[in-house]
């Protein structure tokens, strides 16, 4: 499973670069982080090269289909994030046809993923921890997608976001979904284990007592 970080801070991305396959950003997190779209989004093309999901902001599909060449343009990196609309649906069978890769965001439902792979979506992006705010099942509604999908031949990938803890990102791996993308708070404690931690720091210590040459 490919893991992205959810962020749009370059002292975020730029530690970690080497250890993700690609960048997920939204309104909120440009708008938070105080920089222009484009400025941002460049920026962020140019320290990951793998796909970097960039968010129109028009909601009608001319202005969808204008923001996104625009974004587009910045990097060849740089994929089109669609809300799951009408509009947003119509801007990623279009942008299918121009080859400019899409990931279809919002997605609550199966009825609403299966409508972005008939679009040819590059990426769907069910939202597990907001459809748990709600009091819906995220992780099952991976696991359907994954279902549908299998079975139909889509081949949009799941990219599973709103994932707000380390167990969220573990489901999304069991539940066969193609990508998960983070925060960089769940991001490191991806990494980190308190048993890892101590277990070094008692070899550490083993080694020092017994006085030997550092060198291997
Ligand atoms: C990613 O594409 C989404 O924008 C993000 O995961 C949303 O997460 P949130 O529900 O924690 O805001």
């Not at 992780?139 to 994932?163: C, M, N, P, W």
């Not at 573990?170 to 101590?198: N, W, Y």
Request: glycine share 8%.
């Amino acid at each position: 499973m490919q893991i992205f970080l959810d962020t749009a801070e370059i002292r975020e991305i730029a530690p970690r670069a080497d250890q993700i396959d690609g960048i997920t950003t939204n309104p909120s997190l440009i708008a938070r982080s105080g920089a222009s779209m484009s400025e941002r989004i460049g920026e962020i093309a140019r320290t990951v090269p793998g796909p970097v999901s960039a968010e129109v902001i028009a909601t009608d599909l001319e202005g969808m289909l204008d923001e996104g060449r625009r974004l587009h343009a910045i990097a060849d990196n740089v994929i089109i994030k669609l809300p799951l609309t009408m509009a947003g649906l119509q801007a990623a069978r279009v942008f299918g046809k121009e080859d400019i890769p899409t990931n279809v965001t919002l997605c609550f439902s199966l009825n609403q993923a299966l409508m972005a792979a008939r679009a040819g979506a590059t990426f769907v992006s069910p939202f597990v921890g907001r459809v748990e705010d709600a009091g819906g099942d995220g992780i099952g509604l991976l696991k359907a997608i994954r279902d549908v999908y299998d079975q139909f031949g889509f081949e949009t990938a799941i990219l599973a976001a709103s994932l707000r803890n380390q167990a969220h990102v573990e489901a999304a791996a069991l539940a066969g979904c193609d990508a998960a993308t983070v925060p960089v708070k769940i991001f490191d404690r991806m990494i980190r284990h308190s048993q890892t931690d101590s277990g070094l720091d008692a070899f550490m210590a083993d080694w020092a007592a017994g006085g030997l040459d550092r060198s291997v």
